[in-house]
């Protein structure tokens, strides 16, 4: 059996989690002197509450390398073969652990790390794909395959309501963060290469801005993998998020709209109010 494990940036639903039987590897969010394991024990609400009065960003952290030993050990004394997903590479040193662990247990013909080179729900796309093809018995060996030709093009962007957890965590100047509140900008954060960085700004109210990305992104959502789109959000207004998939439901086009939530780590980084729309660009 191919067993299906990623970290907990994937922000997989818990219906998702059981549908595809993925298990979840928690990284670490340290709020002062307390750390937590991220989708355990915090939620992104305790998150905000504890930056907003402390006027600071979470420090977040890969797994430690004594727990994935233990979770890998656990499948492998079952026969299983593992299948791992991280976070981008450059963003933590989630996919470096998960690598070591394999050698320390003189696994690595029956454990592949897969860097997603994303984040958030870009690396659950590529969870499902794999969960999916594991569940038809595909080999670990022609899943990789797949999945290397999946990666590139995989799209994850989305729109942050506000600069201010971003230059908190030394994303975005002060001054960027200062002009973008005065004058209500809302900047596009796009994954490319397994690095973020802005292309776009938009102006005027959070629900207007949404609106306008989802709109700017049409062309490329209707050639895109039909299975699934990922709406992907940090807690924003529950109506702008049925907005969101009004239009996306209006484009006729997906199998299935889903929707879930940022989990801790994400949301330490991106605050509230953010959204992506996040899909696999058709071949």
């Known amino acids: 059996m191919v067993r299906i494990i990623s970290d907990s940036t994937s922000d997989l639903s818990p219906e998702l989690k059981e549908r595809y039987g993925v298990t979840i590897i928690p990284l670490h969010v340290q709020l002062g002197d307390n750390e937590y394991l991220d989708g355990v024990n915090i939620s992104p609400e305790q998150i905000y509450a504890w930056s907003d009065q402390n006027n600071e960003t979470p420090k977040t952290s890969a797994p430690s390398m004594q727990d994935v030993t233990d979770l890998f050990r656990?499948?492998?004394?079952?026969?299983?073969?593992?299948?791992?997903?991280?976070?981008?590479?450059?963003?933590?040193?989630?996919?470096?652990?998960?690598?070591?662990?394999?050698?320390?247990?003189?696994?690595?013909?029956?454990?592949?790390?897969?860097?997603?080179?994303?984040?958030?729900?870009?690396?659950?796309?590529?969870?499902?794909?794999?969960?999916?093809?594991?569940?038809?018995?595909?080999?670990?060996a022609m899943i990789v395959q797949q999945l290397l030709r999946l990666r590139p093009r995989v799209r994850a962007s989305f729109v942050v309501d506000t600069l201010v957890y971003l230059h908190r965590g030394g994303r975005c100047s002060g001054l960027a963060a200062m002009a973008g509140s005065a004058l209500k900008l809302h900047p596009r954060i796009v994954v490319e290469n397994g690095a973020m960085h802005s292309d776009k700004k938009y102006r005027g109210s959070l629900g207007k801005s949404i609106l306008s990305y989802a709109a700017d992104l049409e062309e490329e959502l209707k050639k895109a993998k039909k299975d699934r789109v990922f709406i992907t959000h940090s807690g924003c207004d529950p109506e702008i998020v049925e907005q969101v998939r009004s239009y996306l439901k209006g484009l006729d086009h997906f199998d299935e709209i889903i929707e879930t939530r940022a989990g801790g780590v994400i949301s330490s980084h991106c605050g509230p109010g953010t959204l992506g729309v996040l899909f696999i660009a058709e071949d």
């Open 74 to 140: 656990s499948f492998l004394e079952k026969g299983d073969e593992l299948l791992v997903f991280t976070i981008s590479s450059s963003m933590s040193s989630s996919y470096n652990i998960c690598n070591l662990a394999a050698k320390e247990l003189e696994a690595e013909d029956r454990i592949s790390v897969f860097d997603s080179a994303n984040l958030s729900t870009g690396v659950g796309h590529l969870v499902v794909e794999a969960a999916i093809l594991a569940q038809e018995g595909k080999s670990r």
